[in-house]
């Protein structure tokens, strides 16, 4: 029997699966990061073959078996090379072809069999796709977080800092954040000293924020959810909704209703952001979740070799997939010394 | 005869004047960096007696005839020891008091000779001061880019960047500034490729920008000034007016009528930004603008000695330093080596 293999290679760990025609999979493996932008082609191409590896031994297949894979990444497709993961797996006796995708096309094959429709993504950075027969012809934002990422992680929580900031400062409106703000970064709520003719609370602030790498500022974006009924947190949240919906609009067309996947800590964590950027689109006919971008990969594997993913295939993968998680998850538990 | 010196301490120069009591500049004087947080207080110490030395041989006068210094820098005062500069002096025969100023003060004091009133300043950040009783007793904003500076070259710059590529990313409404953008940067205006779903512009100009300094983006602020009559433009430019209109308001007092100075290249180079922060403002007594912050901080030399700097003294200040500046580059340039 021919099995497909998936891998989603992030910036930080690279998940590899093994699956057939029916969408079961069998088996898969982990490894360290799997993007060559953020860690160069050589390890990126080694953590790819690694976890590959460690899904076929879980799968307990020869890799022969193995007719052919997909690797889902940020900026895998501007390696000059094409064949770059194909090489690396001829290298290392696993003689089939990898073929690239963007690892977008994988956030919206995780949440729906079809092949076509929207993702619209909030989590660190923003951005909508649209796929259409099969491909993603058209991306909007997702340029970072100092031209772009509106409605982003990092745009709320850069928000939320300023908003603070301004709200003792005397430019902005009171608003809880301010105290919010103070609270989250462990600085005193009560000091109301004033340092060279400013409140000695913004001085605090900045110091501490500063010293921060500004993508990080996205862990101030639960501040702004926590603060419901506060006109300030309400406005950030909504000045989002809108610019994710403007994003959204700016990749669709009438051809295709839909679905909208939705995808990203921001939309999947906060049921209230995705209510709002659907309150500010045009209708669309269905409404998904991204769940695991290895489903994902996994379901392009199969579609990039000629195998229709319908609706069960899709579920089966989705559950398999989660299965074969669980398992390692055990695996790596009961491989764990035990507690002394 | 008395003199007194006065220093304006730059992250990038350091100038020194000698004044006598009548508010007459007798020599002045240039250094690298005296600013000790950019440069250490070492490096500072060094620059600033250097400056001093100069100015008092140009002055042609003897330093046991100096009576005192104000030094004007950012961040001065955050020094541990108050008299890092007065040791420094001592350790260079030059046996005379130096006092630290906010460079904001200096900025006000280079503007008018009264002793309170307010400065708004928009160069490559954004604040405004209250003066009152000669000090400096209410700040707002200049707390960065990342968090503040509304309004600032900086933040105009930003949006200059962000709206030129959301209307090449269909998010935002067609601009001229897209097109200026382009040219500005030196990329192919021509070009209406498509690269993995996004326009080949979009990525072109962020792989330039990203390559920058973030307060770089200052550089492109002038684009938003001569995009008149674009609608993305004007917005830009009123949205910056109405930040720097919130930072005046949020240190202005009635009991403190004016004056308002304004400094700062958004403010000195642009007089439409000056008249548009005036009409989002409550009425002031008089509009001045910050000439030469080497002026200013001669003539709080002059204050914290006890000198009464009447508009008179302030006059010949602003007079004479300039004449000795001028004089100091007719040297420079004829200590040039001839042309060939």
Redesign the interface.
Known sequence: MLRYLGVDAGGTSTRAAVVSADGTCSGIGHAGSGNPVSSGIDHAAAQVMLAARRAIRAAGCPPAQIHSAVAAMAGG?VVSDPDWLTEAAAAEGLPFRFRME?DLHATFASGTARDEGYAVVSGTGALA??VCDGE?????????W???D?GSGFWIG?QV??EA??GL???GAPTVLSTALLEFLGLDTAEHGVL???PRA?QEI?DV??SWR?VE?GRLAPLAFAAAGDAVAEDIIARGADALA??L???RTPEIPGPVVFGGSVLTKQPRMVALVQERSEPFDEVLFTHDGLVGAASLALKRSGISVDEQVYQRLDATVAQQRARAEDRTANAAPPEP
Chains 1, 2 share one sequence.
């Open positions: 497709r963007s796709v649209r993603i012809d058209l991306v909007s934002d997702g340029i970072g100092l031209f772009g509106c850069q800092a300023r900031l301004a400062d005397r430019r060279e003719g400013r913004v900045i924020l500063y500004p500022l403007t994003t609009r700016a990749v």
